[in-house]
């Protein structure tokens, strides 16, 4: 029971994440996002595992979905959610001695931006969208390690409160 009220509340903060990040200002550049709900997702692999970071990632899509209303948003964020967090997750089980936190969301970042454009591709039925691919690498490496950095910030205050640290 404890388990699930702590994925709740990580949907919940992935949710918010996401809804506040559509608020903001785009970034000049098609298709480029800050991935601040990934923040929850990352932080998710490493405190409850890929399974529970499934229903996170899945959980915030569907919810975000119910405040946008638009399918082909929802298509490309949950095909870059669902991607993102498989290679994060196979990284995280796989190869986490050798990767990061911020390793691991850089990766995570790229399959993102590939998944969004595969999605983009379909629905514009033009394989010209992954013009875009560099572009999009190129801004998937500061958003990558802003999220892995946020990631392990939040990771560290949650481990403290779990143990009942106080500062």
Do not use: D, Y
């Given at each position: 029971?404890?388990?699930?009220?702590?994925?709740?509340?990580?949907?919940?903060?992935?949710?918010?994440?996401?809804?506040?990040?559509?608020?903001?200002?785009?970034?000049?550049?098609?298709?480029?996002?800050?991935?601040?709900?990934?923040?929850?997702?990352?932080?998710?692999?490493?405190?409850?595992?890929?399974?529970?970071?499934?229903?996170?990632?899945?959980?915030?899509?569907?919810?975000?979905?119910?405040?946008?209303?638009?399918?082909?948003?929802?298509?490309?964020?949950?095909?870059?959610?669902?991607?993102?967090?498989?290679?994060?997750?196979?990284?995280f089980q796989l190869a986490?001695?050798?990767?990061?936190?911020?390793?691991?969301?850089l990766a995570g970042a790229?399959?993102?931006?590939?998944?969004?454009?595969?999605?983009?591709?379909?629905?514009?039925?033009?394989?010209?969208?992954?013009?875009?691919?560099?572009?999009?690498?190129?801004?998937?490496?500061?958003?990558?390690?802003?999220?892995?950095?946020?990631?392990?910030?939040?990771?560290?205050?949650?481990?403290?409160?779990?143990?009942?640290e106080k500062r």
């Open positions: 029971m404890r388990l699930l009220v702590i994925t709740a509340m990580f949907i919940t903060m992935a949710t918010i994440l996401h809804i506040i990040e559509g608020l903001l200002p785009p970034i000049p550049v098609t298709g480029a996002k800050l991935g601040l709900a990934n923040i929850i997702t990352v932080a998710a692999i490493f405190l409850l595992g890929p399974r529970m970071a499934l229903a996170v990632a899945v959980g915030r899509t569907l919810l975000g979905f119910l405040f946008s209303a638009s399918a082909v948003g929802f298509a490309m964020s949950f095909s870059g959610a669902v991607l993102s967090w498989a290679v994060m997750s196979l990284l986490r001695h050798s990767f990061s936190l911020i390793g691991i969301s790229v399959a993102h931006n590939i998944a969004q454009l595969t999605v983009a591709s379909f629905v514009l039925e033009n394989i010209s969208t992954f013009t875009l691919l560099p572009l999009l690498m190129f801004f998937a490496v500061p958003t990558g390690i802003m999220v892995g950095a946020a990631s392990g910030f939040l990771i560290r205050v949650l481990e403290r409160i779990s143990k009942g």
